[in-house]
C-alpha cells in the first residue's frame, strides 16, 4: 500500500492563481480530511469527507473547495490563492468517522502565495 | 469548543534523559481519544501513543509514556532515555469518539542535546 499520497511536495502560486492540491489513498477509508499547518497553531481542518459524494466544512473552510467523487481521492482546490494560504497542507485518512480508528497522514504539500 | 494547549513552545534535554511535554484540553465531552504526533524535519506526521478516556491506565509505547488526568484534563507525553533521533515537533490531539476531526495543540518543539 502507498498509504495517502499527496501532490505536489511543493508549489509557489501567485496572488489570484488557482490550483488544486491532490490528495489519494490506497486503503479505501470512508474518511478523509484536509488540514493546514501554520507557525504556532498546530494544525486546522479546512474541509472533510465521510465518504464519496459528501463533504463538509471544518474550522477555516473559507477560500478553498473540495469534492468526492471516487472514494480514493479527495482534492482541495484554490480559487483565487491569497498569501494569507502560504502553509503547509495536509491530507489525511481513517477507515470511519467514529470508533477508535487512526488517521493516516500523506506527506504534505508546502504552498507559498507571493 | 474543544480547546488544546500545549504551554511549551520549546525543550530540551540531555541524551539518554527523560523529559515530559505537556498538554491540556478543554472538553464537555466523556468519550474521546487523545493523542501525542510526532514530526520531524521531513514533515510526516507520525502517531506516537494513543489514550481512550474511558480507560484508567497510562498507554505506553517503548519509551513513551502519558500521564493521564482525566479531572484535570491534562495528557503529558514522557520520553525516557531521550535519542537524537526523538528531537522533532510535538502536537498534542484530541478526538471526539464519534467523528474523526482532530483537534491541535500548538506544538512543542523538543531538542536533544547530545
Known amino acids: 500500500n502507498a498509504g495517502v499520497t499527496q501532490t505536489p511536495k511543493f508549489q509557489v502560486l501567485k496572488t489570484g492563481q488557482s490550483m488544486t492540491l491532490q490528495c489519494a489513498q490506497d486503503?479505501?477509508?470512508?474518511?478523509m480530511s484536509w488540514y493546514r499547518q501554520d507557525p504556532g497553531m498546530g494544525l486546522r481542518l479546512i474541509h472533510y469527507s465521510v465518504g464519496a459524494g459528501i463533504t463538509d466544512q471544518g474550522e477555516v473552510p473559507n477560500g478553498y473547495n473540495v469534492s468526492r467523487s471516487t472514494t480514493e481521492d479527495f482534492p482541495l482546490r484554490l480559487l483565487s490563492a491569497a498569501p494569507s494560504q502560504t502553509s503547509v497542507y495536509f491530507c489525511?485518512?481513517?477507515?470511519?468517522?467514529?470508533?477508535?480508528?487512526?488517521?493516516?497522514f500523506g506527506p504534505g504539500t508546502r504552498l507559498t502565495v507571493t | 469548543a474543544q480547546t488544546v494547549t500545549q504551554s511549551q513552545p520549546e525543550m530540551s534535554v540531555q541524551e539518554a534523559e527523560t523529559v515530559t511535554l505537556s498538554c491540556t484540553y478543554d472538553t464537555s465531552e466523556s468519550d474521546y481519544y487523545l493523542f501525542w504526533y510526532k514530526q520531524p524535519p521531513s514533515r510526516q506526521m507520525i502517531l506516537v501513543i494513543r489514550q481512550e478516556a474511558y480507560k484508567q491506565q497510562n498507554a505506553t509505547e517503548n519509551r513513551f509514556s502519558v500521564n493521564f488526568q482525566k479531572a484535570a484534563k491534562s495528557f503529558s507525553l514522557k520520553i525516557s532515555d531521550s535519542q537524537l533521533g526523538d528531537a522533532a515537533m510535538y502536537f498534542c490531539a484530541y478526538r471526539f469518539q464519534g467523528a474523526q476531526k482532530l483537534v491541535f495543540g500548538q506544538g512543542t518543539r523538543l531538542t536533544i542535546n547530545p
Open positions: 486503503m479505501n477509508h470512508e474518511y
Open positions: 489525511a485518512s481513517s477507515y470511519s468517522q467514529g470508533g477508535p480508528y487512526e488517521q493516516y
